[in-house]
Structure formats: structure tokens, C-alpha cells
């Protein structure tokens, strides 16, 4: 039975109600095509692995949170749930959708399909589609990252920091967007020592997306790169990274985040003295951002994109033994200055 969970009161009234017309067979678009401009309620759908991932779910509803506190708007949130096809993703934000949400935001690039459906049954309601490009609309905003560029920065880091010469790349499932995270780390760290080696796992292959949602596959897959005697280990994997940030830190190794700073999300608190530091992608200012822009009357549309140049993607430096590491932080500085600056070019693709 698919599950969705912590929408607000009215919302699941509304939701329910939704639901039940499209069970009896009543087109979505039977309801009305919206709310306009000024709506004073948003929601997000999350991604697999849902709020609590300590990682990119959780920077999503970061967004969500600021705008009820700063904007006055109800926010709506919405879980996946396991093993579901577009089918469920599509009743789900046609729910949110019917229930006056405005905008409506997919958390990652599985509701791509979804959304375009979705979002031309509701003209009037604005779609925020998280690392996608694949699927654009008039009333679909497009919010994206430069995701390599940070890992750029993360394989400097690692590189730095390694004793052993070698480090890992954990990615959770082999899909391009990962696969640019990959690519920045491994350019990142062959920029910095030639002779370094990079191990690099997959967790599971599409459309087995388990390896965004399961921590013990990313504690096997670091385990293993620690028995290699890989010494810092990069993870972009969701909640699976928490796995492999516990079996990095347990072995007394560096671990670095992925999505949040890592290092100061309270479900990884166990661990976070050896959290080097955190690839971070600014989905909280992108996801309240877009619900501004609805409230203020100009909702964004189109490719919304967060680079380096304007901190949308960087690299955290929460763990005080990271400021301590003043050759560490001098090279990461100077990569930041040059990729800004179009002196390194970073590649998308491994």
C-alpha cells in the first residue's frame, strides 16, 4: 500500500478526498487547474530514503521549515514509498497538488516524469523538479546544481588528507547525476596527487534504487575500501551514506558528507569528529527560493541553477580538525578560485 505520511491536518483531508475522486475514476483535471500566486501552502514529495536521511531529503524540508517560519505558508510533506513506480508519484503529486499546495516540489530526479504529467494538468500550480532537466513546462522550475564542483573540492580535500594515498567514492546508485560526483572527486583528487588511488563502488543499479535507501550496503562498500586501506571516503548516497560514514568513523578514518553538512545533523552526532567535512548542494535556499517566488507573485520557471560561484554548491568546514589543516584548506581556497575563475574545467562524466 503506498504510504504518505506527515502531511499536515488539512492536507491529508484534502489529500484523501483527492485520492478517492481519482479512485472512482474523476480525471485530476475534473478539480480545477490550481491556486494562484499568493497560495499560502507548499509541499514537498521526498525522495527515496525520506526526511530523516540526515542528507538531501532533509536539506528539502530545511526549506520547507524556513519558509513556515519566515513566509507565514503551510508546508505539506510527503513520503515515498518502497519500490513504487511513477504511477504512485503521480497520484501523490496530484494529491498535494488538488489539496492547494502551490508550489509542489519533487525531491530529486525520479519524479521527472511525474511532474511533466502532473504539472500540465495544473497549470496555474508551480512544480519544482530537483535535479532535473529532462522534463520543463511553463509552470515547471528546474532546480540544479553544479554537484561536480564540490566534489572537485572533496577529492582536493581527500587528497590532502589521505596518508595512505588511496581514498573511495561510494556512489549509491549508478545513474548520471551520481556519476558527475564521481567525476569531480576522482578529477579533484588526480589534480592533487597524480599517484593517488581512487576505489569507486556502486551500491546497486537502476532500477534497483536501494542503494539510496539501505546504510548497511554503504557500510559493506566502505568496509571493503578500508580493508584496501582507503583512509577518506566520499559517499553520495543518501541515507546509505550514513553507513558508510559509521564504518569510516568506527575505523578511525576520514568519512565526507554529502548533500547537508553532515557533521551537524544529530542522527550522525556519534560520528561527527570524523566527518572531514561535507560536499553540500544548497537544496534549502533552492526549495524556499521557489516557494518565495510563488508568495511574492513571480514564480521561478526554468533551469534554476546553483554553482560554485555563488556558494549553490562548496564544501563545509564545520569540523574544527578541518580548520586546523591550513595546507588542506590553502589548496581547496585556491581550486575554488580557479574553477570560479574558468581555469579548471571540471568534468560532468567520469
Request: net charge positive; aromatic share 6%; charged share 25%.
Given at each position: 500500500?503506498?504510504?504518505?505520511?506527515?502531511?499536515?491536518?488539512?492536507?491529508?483531508?484534502?489529500?484523501?478526498?483527492?485520492?478517492?475522486?481519482?479512485?472512482?475514476?474523476?480525471?485530476?483535471?475534473?478539480?480545477?487547474?490550481?491556486?494562484?500566486?499568493?497560495?499560502?501552502?507548499?509541499?514537498?514529495?521526498?525522495?527515496?530514503?525520506?526526511?530523516?536521511?540526515?542528507?538531501?531529503?532533509?536539506?528539502?524540508?530545511?526549506?520547507?521549515?524556513?519558509?513556515?517560519?519566515?513566509?507565514g505558508v503551510?508546508?505539506?510533506?510527503?513520503?515515498?514509498?518502497?519500490?513504487?513506480?511513477?504511477?504512485?508519484?503521480?497520484?501523490?503529486?496530484?494529491a498535494?497538488?488538488?489539496a492547494g499546495?502551490?508550489?509542489?516540489?519533487?525531491?530529486?530526479?525520479?519524479?521527472?516524469?511525474?511532474?511533466?504529467?502532473?504539472?500540465?494538468?495544473?497549470?496555474?500550480?508551480?512544480?519544482?523538479?530537483?535535479?532535473d532537466?529532462?522534463?520543463?513546462?511553463?509552470?515547471?522550475?528546474?532546480?540544479?546544481?553544479?554537484?561536480?564542483?564540490?566534489?572537485?573540492?572533496?577529492?582536493?580535500?581527500?587528497?590532502?588528507?589521505s596518508?595512505?594515498?588511496?581514498?573511495?567514492?561510494?556512489?549509491?546508485?549508478?545513474?548520471?547525476?551520481?556519476?558527475?560526483?564521481e567525476?569531480?572527486?576522482?578529477?579533484?583528487?588526480?589534480?592533487?596527487?597524480?599517484?593517488?588511488?581512487?576505489?569507486?563502488?556502486?551500491?546497486?543499479?537502476?532500477?534497483?534504487?536501494?542503494?539510496?535507501?539501505?546504510?548497511?550496503?554503504?557500510?559493506?562498500?566502505?568496509?571493503?575500501?578500508?580493508?584496501?586501506?582507503?583512509?577518506?571516503?566520499?559517499?553520495?548516497?543518501?541515507l546509505?551514506?550514513?553507513?558508510?560514514?559509521?564504518a569510516?568513523?568506527?575505523?578511525?578514518?576520514?568519512?565526507?558528507?554529502?548533500?547537508?553538512?553532515?557533521y551537524?545533523?544529530?542522527?550522525?552526532?556519534?560520528?561527527?569528529?570524523?566527518?572531514?567535512t561535507?560536499?553540500?548542494?544548497?537544496?534549502?535556499?533552492s526549495?524556499?527560493?521557489?516557494?518565495k517566488?510563488?508568495?511574492?507573485?513571480?514564480?521561478?520557471?526554468g533551469?534554476?541553477?546553483?554553482g560554485?560561484?555563488?556558494?549553490?554548491?562548496?564544501?563545509?568546514?564545520?569540523?574544527?580538525?578541518?580548520?586546523?589543516?591550513?595546507?588542506?584548506?590553502?589548496?581547496?581556497?585556491?581550486?575554488?578560485?580557479?574553477?570560479?575563475?574558468?581555469?579548471?574545467?571540471?568534468?560532468?562524466?567520469?
Open positions: 500500500m503506498r504510504r504518505i505520511t506527515r502531511i499536515t491536518t488539512v492536507g491529508i483531508a484534502s489529500a484523501a478526498l483527492a485520492l478517492s475522486a481519482t479512485a472512482c475514476g474523476k480525471s485530476s483535471t475534473d478539480s480545477g487547474s490550481g491556486t494562484d500566486s499568493k497560495a499560502g501552502k507548499a509541499a514537498i514529495a521526498y525522495d527515496i530514503g525520506g526526511r530523516g536521511d540526515q542528507s538531501f531529503n532533509d536539506a528539502a524540508y530545511a526549506g520547507l521549515k524556513k519558509a513556515e517560519d519566515e513566509l503551510k508546508g505539506a510533506e510527503a513520503e515515498p514509498s518502497e519500490g513504487e513506480g511513477d504511477a504512485d508519484k503521480v497520484q501523490r503529486l496530484t498535494l497538488a488538488r499546495n502551490n508550489p509542489v516540489i519533487g525531491v530529486g530526479f525520479a519524479y521527472a516524469p511525474a511532474i511533466e504529467k502532473v504539472a500540465k494538468a495544473y497549470p496555474k500550480t508551480t512544480f519544482g523538479l530537483i535535479d532537466t529532462s522534463k520543463t513546462g511553463p509552470n515547471i522550475a528546474n532546480l540544479v546544481f553544479n554537484e561536480e564542483q564540490g566534489s572537485y573540492l572533496a577529492g582536493v580535500a581527500a587528497a590532502k588528507a596518508k595512505t594515498g588511496t581514498v573511495g567514492f561510494i556512489g549509491g546508485v549508478e545513474v548520471p547525476l551520481i556519476k558527475k560526483f567525476a569531480g572527486f576522482a578529477q579533484g583528487v588526480k589534480d592533487t596527487n597524480p599517484n593517488a588511488k581512487v576505489l569507486t563502488q556502486y551500491l546497486t543499479q537502476p532500477p534497483n534504487f536501494d542503494g539510496f535507501a539501505k546504510p548497511d550496503l554503504g557500510k559493506a562498500a566502505a568496509q571493503g575500501m578500508l580493508d584496501r586501506k582507503a583512509d577518506v571516503i566520499y559517499a553520495a548516497a543518501g546509505a551514506g550514513s553507513g558508510a560514514i559509521e569510516t568513523a568506527k575505523a578511525g578514518k576520514w568519512a565526507i558528507g554529502v548533500d547537508s553538512d553532515q551537524n545533523q544529530k542522527g550522525l552526532a556519534a560520528y561527527k569528529e570524523r566527518i572531514l561535507s560536499v553540500t548542494k544548497d537544496v534549502s535556499d526549495v524556499f527560493n521557489l516557494i517566488s510563488v508568495k511574492d507573485g513571480k514564480p521561478q520557471t533551469e534554476v541553477r546553483y560554485l560561484a555563488a556558494d549553490g554548491v562548496g564544501l563545509a568546514d564545520s569540523n574544527p580538525e578541518y580548520k586546523k589543516m591550513t595546507d588542506l584548506i590553502a589548496a581547496v581556497d585556491k581550486a575554488k578560485k580557479d574553477i570560479v575563475d574558468g581555469k579548471i574545467t571540471v568534468k560532468t562524466t567520469p
